[in-house]
């Protein structure tokens, strides 16, 4: 995969740029890479399109800044904007997942000239502000059982630990939220035991020896030099950009116009935390959702561990599309 180092209005990027023709734009989210998307660039050149995947603000090549307000949906989406005009791309499918994809909804809310097509991976689309700051709600959850938002939202307790044991963290967390373990067995584990906080790892399940089904060693050498050099901040600001998130969304739900498309895994725990009725929420505030797909069998990340049908769902939504 060919990779372009950019600087578009003094903030660095670093993105695969490959192929010609209509623009795919892919944004993926924690622990995540432009490389998360390895298994989606050829299929789609292949198909006639031109794939931009960045390393997202805060992670690999991309530039990280310290300041928790530039995690913001808004503020990536923005940036995005800019980074696609730049490449001189009028309209984009935009593709999410995890965190990219409130950021891929904001830009369709915020720049809807610029979205083509909006297809959301694992993150349903949430119209609705919750009636409490993220962070108290957070705080009132890790009470009852280990919750790595809360624990996340904490000022360089995670970075610490995780920048600590880099390969260790991907391993557990990559094998958490995979279709082999049930992920929300960790909030059987307390935030604290005899008075001390647990960190992730203390709950995290040991991983099996690679290779897996869908995640070779060196695969994953790939993300561990890169969060062994870039540290984890700047991915979990965009878990500390919670509050600011909420400030920024409005209290009237939004709906999103632009054609659009959902995957996610059946085992993904991210489902169960948004809710049993998220999905038709979704429904109701995007009235050109084409499509709801999901993998039985697959956890979280899906473009990894059900590479060739997430492949094929992205290309037969962008050939459904008018780009006139």
């Known amino acids: 995969m060919r990779y372009r180092r950019l600087t578009v209005d003094g903030f660095g990027w670093n993105v695969i740029d490959e192929g010609s023709g209509p623009v795919v734009l892919l944004c993926h989210g924690f622990p995540g890479l432009a490389y998360s998307w390895r298994h989606q660039v050829q299929p789609l050149v292949s198909a006639g399109y031109r794939v931009i995947a960045p390393d997202m603000p805060g992670y690999g090549g991309t530039d990280s ?5 530039e995690y913001t949906y808004l503020s990536a989406a923005g940036r995005l904007d800019a980074l696609l005009g730049s ?6 499918i935009v593709v999410g997942h995890d965190f990219g994809a409130p950021t891929a909804w904001t830009l369709a809310l915020e720049h809807p000239q610029r979205v083509a097509g909006l297809v959301l991976l694992a993150m349903p689309y949430a119209p609705d502000r919750i009636p409490v700051r993220p962070s108290e709600a957070f705080a009132y959850l890790a009470r009852k059982h280990f ?12 970075d610490a630990e995780l920048d600590a044991h ?27 035991r005899e008075g001390v906080r647990l960190g992730y790892l203390d709950v995290l399940p040991e991983a099996p020896d690679l290779p897996w089904s869908w995640m070779t060693s060196e695969e994953l050498d790939v993300y561990h030099a890169a969060f062994q050099d870039s540290g984890f901040t700047g991915g979990l600001n965009w878990y500390r950009a ?8 409005s209290a009237q739900p939004r709906v ?9 895994g059946g085992n993904d725990p991210v489902l169960t935390i948004a809710g049993h009725d998220a999905v038709d929420r979704m429904r109701e505030m995007m009235p050109d959702l084409r499509g709801v797909e999901t993998f039985s069998g697959a956890g ?19 050939a459904s599309l008018d780009w006139a």
């Open 65 to 69: 800044p310290a300041a928790v307000a």
């Open 87 to 92: 490449l001189g791309v009028e309209r984009a």
């Open 166 to 192: 880099p390969r260790e963290f991907l391993t557990r967390i990559f094998y958490a939220l995979s279709c082999d373990y049930r992920y929300l067995d960790i909030w059987q584990h307390p935030s604290r």
């Open 256 to 264: 999103i116009e632009q054609p659009a498309h959902f995957l996610c």
């Open 242 to 249: 919670a509050d600011l998130n909420w400030e920024h969304q």
């Open 300 to 318: 979280h990340f899906i473009q990894m561990e059900r590479a060739d049908e997430v492949s094929a769902a992205l290309v037969s939504f962008a």
């Open 147 to 158: 919750f790595h938002f809360d624990y996340f939202m904490q000022p360089d307790l995670a």
